[in-house]
């Protein structure tokens, strides 16, 4: 009996050492530390402090659940090209259920644009954002070092919203405490004169960006009689037969 309690102890010693965040003291401290946690809201409901905050102070506690797919994902690619107005595009891709409002944030607004700065995605939807940079000579003569981080920066955030609703960029105000920040994108500048798998697919995202520009450019097409006014259709055959008319007339003065 001795043996088998000596060969329990040493089995156990053995498992707590290969899994040391069960032991007692952690688990203890965890649980405590949740603990305090549960007490701290309870207090701040009882102490009259706001849903509202609680609910914030809960949800911080959660993962943030992203609702947009970004490519590339952390950064913005730029060809190095002083004194020039530069282009980078990103994909983004509305991953959730819902309706989602994207809008862009920069550090730079000086220098920087984007197009669109925000809109609406709906699920499954995806859009490819073009960011316009325009790039000063280095100072002093001094040579950019390609494939190195810019200090700008760009914030993407999100925000679910109702199908239908027009875009503004107010709504992100107005709902403050359902805003998350998708992603924060740096500015990485490429050699434009050395191929490399990040220029190509820069080039590859631009060109679909500007096809999707012109196909929206285009006007919608004809599918049914036109309506003027308020339920006023407009008799096709009568038209062409003004027109005919007018035709025949001004044929008739040239005869004369």
């Known amino acids: 009996m001795a043996i088998a309690d000596k060969h329990r102890s040493h089995s156990d010693g053995k498992l707590w ?139 993407i955030m999100s925000l679910k919203v109702k199908a239908g609703m027009d875009y503004v960029p107010e709504l992100f105000d107005e709902q403050k405490d359902q805003v998350i920040v998708e992603r924060i994108l740096r500015v990485v500048f490429l050699d434009a004169e050395r191929p490399s798998h990040a220029l190509e697919k820069l080039k590859r995202q631009l060109a679909e960006a500007e096809a999707a520009v012109e196909v929206r450019k285009k006007p919608a097409p004809d599918t049914g009689p036109r309506v003027v006014g308020e339920g006023l259709v407009i008799d096709e055959w009568k038209e062409r037969r003004e027109k005919y008319l007018a035709r025949q007339q001004v044929e008739g003065v040239e005869l004369v």
């Open 17 to 155: 050492r290969l899994c040391p965040f069960w032991q007692s003291g952690t688990a203890s401290s965890s649980s405590s530390s949740s603990t305090q946690n549960l007490h701290n809201l309870n207090q701040s409901h009882q102490n009259g402090v706001g849903s509202n905050t609680v609910s914030l102070v809960a949800r911080s506690l959660l993962p943030v659940r992203r609702r947009l797919r970004l490519d590339p994902a952390n950064n913005l690619y730029f060809p190095y090209e002083p004194g020039k107005q530069i282009r980078s595009a990103v994909r983004m891709k509305n991953t959730s259920r819902s309706h989602v409002a994207f809008k862009f944030q920069t550090t730079a607004p000086k220098s920087c644009y984007m197009r669109p700065p925000g809109g609406i995605l709906a699920p499954g939807e995806s859009i490819i954002a073009t960011v316009f940079k325009f790039v000063e000579h280095p100072e002093n003569n001094e040579k950019q070092l390609v494939d190195q981080k810019s200090k700008d920066k760009f914030k």
